[in-house]
């Protein structure tokens, strides 16, 4: 049994909602135990860093003295929370003194992909796969902030990163070779620009769809939601109709070690994916 | 960045073609905000190559860099690119003289917040000021209510009414904020360096 603290974010809470549930379903099932931050708050997202540099930090350091304070690593789902998490953990590891916090930046920060993509957790995960997804075609979709910056992620391929590839194929599906893997699909501009986040999200599914993938697969909150919830308008204005579902690997993850709320999750996608997969025969 | 001419106090010239006045230590403070070294560009344009929001964007990324090494304070706090730029770092990996031009970009942001330019992309500050106060009060994002107070703000009430009720019967929304104990502690951190208002 590996114990880990854990700061789900606030859109975990809400649009993302399926993504926290698989994720607490498939620790489960890999004897992971998540002890969720007691009093946690917002990270600070982009609004924060945008502001106000300070800001951003002292709001990130806040809930990293949380955990600190737990002892124990930290599972990040997120990855927009992860980034300032580590952004925030680099700034007061060079420059302490400039911080007021009680953080040391001392605990090992994971985000949560990366964290099933280690080898050893790899193999756990193929252990337990009881539904292979054969002939289930996914891109894999990292988007900006699972690798860049390299020097806050740690990821070395950058441009082209294969590991969420990796864990697709130990799950039995096929993970296909196409160019959009790290491209940008707009993340928080939908609020205000969402014009511009429908022509990048269109320009994602369109590459997905000439890859001649069945799906997208994302570890990002917001990646799931433009590309999923936008689609039917994404439809209408580029003239092209889309029905390509956006899973969480999390998600994933939970069919092919079958566990039993899968229908549950994918319930909540409003570009139905159960179709797709009892096509499949990966689903009754 | 010592080396980094003109000093402060040097008047500043117009430039022709409405390129606007220049201001000598614009390039210095946005050197020492970002502990960036502006100097190093050399016009390669690879981050403006690799920009997916460069379509829409006013001023190129390597034009930002150049117009602020030109000192044209004024030309790029008020542009639209400063507001589009989606922070993916894209520029950042790819710049051959290790400029983190993302990181320029939020501190062109908070240099313009204090500034009192009008931001050229009125919805964007709006959004961050409201999501910032939701923090200062309830710790967390409320999604729904956040999108409330940024309709309030902006009254454009009617545009996602259609995908917000598809996601409310997804149960996608949360009704209600989560209870939370550290007020105390994010009202002193907002205290601490709350700008940009």
Not at chain 1, 126 to 149: D, I, Q
Not at chain 2, 126 to 146: A, M, N, T, W
Request: charged residues 25%; neutral net charge; contains cysteine.
């Amino acid at each position: 049994m590996k114990e880990l603290s854990y700061y789900p974010g606030c859109s975990l809470e809400g649009t993302a909602r399926e993504y926290g549930e698989s994720l607490r379903g498939v620790c489960e099932m890999l004897e992971v135990n998540l002890h969720e931050l007691e009093d946690w708050t917002c990270c600070g997202a982009s609004s924060a860093h945008c502001t106000d540099e300070a800001l951003a930090i002292e709001l990130a350091a806040r809930n990293l003295a949380l955990a600190e304070k737990g002892g124990r690593e930290l599972l990040v789902p997120c990855v927009a929370c992860y980034s300032r998490f580590k952004v925030a953990e680099e700034e007061i590891r060079e420059r302490p003194e400039k911080w007021e916090t009680s953080y040391q930046a001392k605990i090992l920060i994971h985000y949560a992909l990366d964290f099933f993509c280690e080898d050893s957790l790899l193999e756990a995960v193929g252990e337990k796969v009881v539904v292979p997804l054969s002939g289930l075609k996914v891109a894999c979709y990292y988007g900006c902030l699972s690798v860049r910056p390299p020097g806050i992620t740690g990821v070395k391929s950058y441009e082209d990163p294969d590991h969420m590839d990796r864990l697709m194929s130990t799950l039995g599906a096929e993970p296909l070779p196409w160019s959009y893997k790290t491209d940008c699909c707009g993340a928080s501009l939908v609020m205000t620009r969402t014009d511009i986040v429908r022509r990048l999200s269109h320009r994602l599914l369109e590459m997905a769809k000439e890859a001649e993938a069945d799906c997208l697969v994302t570890g990002c909150t917001m990646c799931q939601s433009n590309l999923d919830t936008r689609q039917e308008e994404i439809s209408k204005e580029f003239g092209h109709r889309y029905d390509i579902p956006i899973f969480y690997f999390t998600e994933l993850m939970g069919l092919a070690m079958g566990h039993r709320d899968v229908k549950k999750w994918l319930g909540r996608h409003l570009t139905d994916p159960l179709r797709l997969l009892s096509e499949k025969g990966l689903m009754k | 960045m010592d080396d980094m001419k003109p000093e402060t106090g040097v008047k500043g010239i117009e430039i022709e073609g409405g390129g606007g006045v220049t201001d000598p230590s614009f390039a210095k403070l946005v050197a020492q905000e970002s502990g960036e070294n502006l100097l190093a560009c050399y016009q390669c344009q690879k981050c403006s190559a690799g920009c997916p929001v460069a379509y829409a964007m006013d001023i190129l990324p390597n034009q930002v860099i150049r117009m602020v090494q030109f000192g044209l304070r004024e030309k790029v706090l008020s542009s639209h690119t400063i507001w589009i730029c989606a922070s993916c770092y894209t520029c950042s990996v790819r710049c051959p003289n290790d400029i983190d031009i993302a990181k320029i970009m939020d501190v062109l942001r908070h240099i313009a917040l204090g500034s009192g330019i009008k931001p050229a992309e009125r919805d964007i500050p709006i959004f961050h000021s409201v999501f910032l106060d939701s923090i200062k009060s309830k710790g967390r994002i409320h999604e729904l209510g956040l999108i409330w107070q940024y309709k309030s703000k902006t009254r454009d009430f009617m545009k996602d009414a259609a995908l917000g009720w598809k996601m409310v019967k997804k149960g996608k929304i949360k009704l209600f904020p989560s209870k939370f104990g550290g007020g105390r502690e994010i009202k002193g951190i907002f205290s601490r360096h709350e700008k940009g208002k």
